[in-house]
Structures are given as C-alpha cells and as structure tokens.
C-alpha cells in the first residue's frame, strides 16, 4: 500500500520584537497590565490617546480603544496565560475583523538592572496584516521604552 502524501499546513505569518528597558521585569508587567499606564504608551506613534479595560485573569478579557486624529481602532481579546512579572500571553483581534484571531506573547527577563522585552506576534492572516502590525508594535515600544528612559 503505498503511502499517503503529506499535506502542507500554510504557515501563518509571525513576528518578533526584542527590546531592552530600563525598568524592572515588575514595572514592565506593571506597563502591560494596569488600564491607567498601558494608555500611556500602547499604540502606534499616531495615536493620541488610548483607553484601556483589563480583566487580568487567565479567561479574562481586554478592550482597548487606540484613538488617532482620523480614526479609532479597538482590539480585543483573552488572556490565556499570566506568569506575574515574567509572560502574559493573550488572543488578539481587531472589533472590526474578528475572525482574524491571532496570539501575541510578551516575555520578561531580568537583564542586569533592567528588563528584556520579548513579544511574538503569530498566526497573522496573512503578510500585508503583519508588516502593518509590526509598525504599530514598533511605535508602542518606542514610546514604552521612552517612558523608562
């Protein structure tokens, strides 16, 4: 009998950040976490303000609303694991696209007296959608590391 032919799964686009910050693993998990310092940071460059809702438990939902001077973009989703200080990993989906379901994963680890910052960014639609996210993520840590510097 002869053997059957594998059959490809397509792989979905990802992308990964690294960045070093001058803050504690605690402070950066705190940035990630509470409603009140992630508005300060998250978002693209453009964004001009963001209001955030968290419910920071594993099955626990996020909302956050990135405000820009022509538009307004929410993304939400679910966390799915949360090791305080070290990973937060969560679904991700545009209110507008939700059947574009995707998963990011933030990691923490000391480095020296600072932190290093790990985000994978997976199973994009396609690769139009995740250049697009790797711009918006690239502002947000700017703007994240900034607010350690």
């Not at 990011?104 to 996210?133: I, N, Q, S």
């Amino acid at each position: 009998m002869a053997a059957s032919p594998a059959v490809a799964t397509p792989v979905k686009p990802s992308l990964t950040i690294k960045r070093r910050l001058n803050a504690s693993p605690e402070k950066v998990f705190t940035a990630w976490t509470k409603p009140e310092t992630l508005a300060l940071w998250f978002g693209p460059a453009h964004c001009t303000r963001v209001e955030a809702r968290i419910d920071l438990r594993v099955g626990g939902r996020y909302h956050i609303t990135m405000h820009a001077p022509d538009d307004q973009h929410d993304v939400l989703g679910v966390y799915r694991e949360i090791v305080p200080n070290q990973k937060l990993v969560f679904s991700w989906h545009w209110k507008t696209t939700p059947e574009r379901e995707s998963l990011v994963t933030v990691t923490l680890k000391p480095d020296g007296d600072g932190t290093m910052l790990t985000l994978l960014h997976e199973m994009f639609f396609d690769e139009p959608a995740r250049d697009r996210h790797q711009q918006g993520w690239a502002g947000a840590i700017d703007k994240l590391e900034k607010m350690f510097a």
